[in-house]
């Protein structure tokens, strides 16, 4: 019997993962993802990072990094910042 994986399982595992994710693991993966349509970006994303061992990773999240807001298709915010301090923080779309 074959078992066919959502690319939300394959995502929700690799966020779940403790170690470090080699990037040609990763690569492999968005390569098996269809283009997402603008509609559907419309909105608050927050972000997140996979630990590749890069030297860069945490840097976001020391700076109280939130992610990205697409207001059009030609329209981007891709610094949205919260503050720990804040009565509450920003709630994503996705």
């Known amino acids: 019997m074959t078992t066919t994986r959502s690319a939300r399982d394959t995502f929700t595992e690799l966020m779940g993962r403790t170690g470090q994710i080699a990037d040609a693991e990763l690569d492999e993966f968005w390569a ?3 283009p997402a349509d603008i509609d559907f970006m ?18 976001m999240n ?14 981007a915010s891709r610094w949205c910042a919260w503050t720990p301090t804040a009565p509450s923080s920003p709630t994503p779309r996705r």
Do not use: Y
Request: hydrophobic residues 35%; without cysteine; glycine residues 18%.
């Open 32 to 34: 098996t993802l269809v």
């Open 42 to 59: 419309i909105g608050e994303w927050k972000g997140g990072e996979f630990d590749t061992g890069h030297k860069a990773n945490g840097f």
């Open 62 to 75: 020391r700076l109280n990094w939130f992610g990205k807001t697409f207001h059009s298709a030609a329209d």
